[in-house]
């Protein structure tokens, strides 16, 4: 049954996956990726972190997109070409990650993992993951909230600049 | 119970999806849409070793947190790079944005 859901999520996931690195369009892509998120979540949901799988919801597939949503909105593809979204060197694209797949396929299968017994417990719920990180990883968690102002200041630094815009444009035709 | 190398495998399959898009777009909104896909593809790694390898041990969740953090920063720095580009230069195609290259 595990593997039945499994197969069905990774299926969807890959499946968005694939159309989201190939569509034409700019906004079927970004909703394909919601899809791949989604399924991502539910991958998360199957190995039992259910926190990670709310986070995913929240951060990347509520969050993220929207935001990649408004950069969509806010630019323009170039017009009048033929699969405008895409670089002409496709194939060579295609056969470097196809080479990265079968290393990446060798060393998972010939490593021998060291593979405890699954415990299907309490222990995963977010209380547990809530006291691990204000108890051991207080540090990190400190750091990671600077560097969100940090990246917030530099969004609003580098993408604010709406008085010099008219210059600018008119320096570079 | 599934085997942790079914989980492995689909994190590698998307890897690699996300590496082409990387490498096969040149919409950069495309390209940072792809490098998400990528961090996904590794935070699965993380949250499948924590459960299998790592028993009771929640550091792999931990991991992909401060992971999912990190990315949500980097898609805002990097959005706001690609409005100011197209701002200055009217395009995002990243074969036209070359004044760095010489």
New interface residues.
Partial sequence: MQLFIFIILAIITIVAGIVMVSADNIARSIYSHVLALLGIAGIYILLYAEFMAGVQVLIYAGGVSIMLLFALMLTKPAKGVVRALDHPKRVPAFITSVVLFGLLMFGIITTKWPVQAHQPSIIMAPEAIGKVMFVHYVLPFEIVSIILLVALIGAVVIGGKEENTPDEEKEEP | ??????????S??????????V?????S??I???I??ML?AV??NL??F???????D??G??F???A??????????G??????L????????I?QIDFLKW
């Fill in positions: 119970m599934i085997s942790l190398s079914y989980y492995l495998t689909f590698a399959v998307l890897f690699c999806v996300g590496v082409y898009g490498l096969a777009r040149r919409n909104i495309m940072l849409v792809s998400e896909l996904n935070n699965i949250v499948a924590s459960a299998y390898v790592g028993g009771s929640l550091t969740q931990i992909s947190l401060f999912i953090a990190v990315g949500a920063g980097e898609i805002g720095v959005l706001a790079i690609i409005l100011n197209y701002r200055l230069r009217n395009t995002i195609n074969d």
